[in-house]
């Protein structure tokens, strides 16, 4: 029993978690099997990304039981981090590579940039609701992300001093896609925007080619809408 006992208390972490670092470990293996290889995803680095990035370190404590669970969980301020299965769709959907400029609108509580991180080269994330900004932008930072820089703000209008980008990821859902977003969109770039209509919301990848943009829908989804400094939905 006693030696039992200690291997159980060795494999704690050091951060409080409530759960020894092994058990989230084969909750994320699981995670990624049943849900994301099932379904479909095959991409090796995305796989890789989801198999790396510590979710339940991205959740209240008091979720973190549910953090690899097949469904959204919620993150304070009404908001949502996204369903494990969506994240790693949308981050395949980019075709990153690690010279990959990424700009996501919608940072929440971190979880999708830190999987953009292990994929790209820099990732720039702008989040309107500042205490969630700020506490994403000091847990990436404790976490040692390094390539990640959060602004508080309204993505609508996009990030102009670092544009372009080769690919945008937009995490809320405007009635629209935003004309700033399109214009900072590299020549070749992709951007994935789940955009509202009547209601019914579909996850929209462009694609810039010689100026002109194609469409084209991917998957029905549900997002917190996009929202402006008065809390007005775009
Ligand atoms: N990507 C996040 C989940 C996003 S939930 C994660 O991994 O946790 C959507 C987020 O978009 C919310 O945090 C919401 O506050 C934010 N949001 C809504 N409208 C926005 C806007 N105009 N600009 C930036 N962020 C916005």
Known sequence: MLPLLIILLTTVSCCGDAQPVDYYRAQREKMVKQQIEARGITDKRVLAAMRKVERHLFVDPLQQGEAYADHPLPIGYGQTISQPYIVAFMSAALKTTPETRVLEIGTGSGYQAAVLAELCDSVFTVEIIAPLGEKARNLLRVL??????????????GWKEHAPYHTIMVTCSPSHVPQPLIEQLAEGGRMIIPVDSHGYQQLVVLVKKQGHLSRQSVLPVRF???????NREY
């Open 144 to 157: 040692g992300y390094t390539n990640v820089r959060v602004k508080i703000g309204d993505g609508y209008q």
């Open 224 to 230: 917190v809408p996009m929202i402006n400094a008065e």
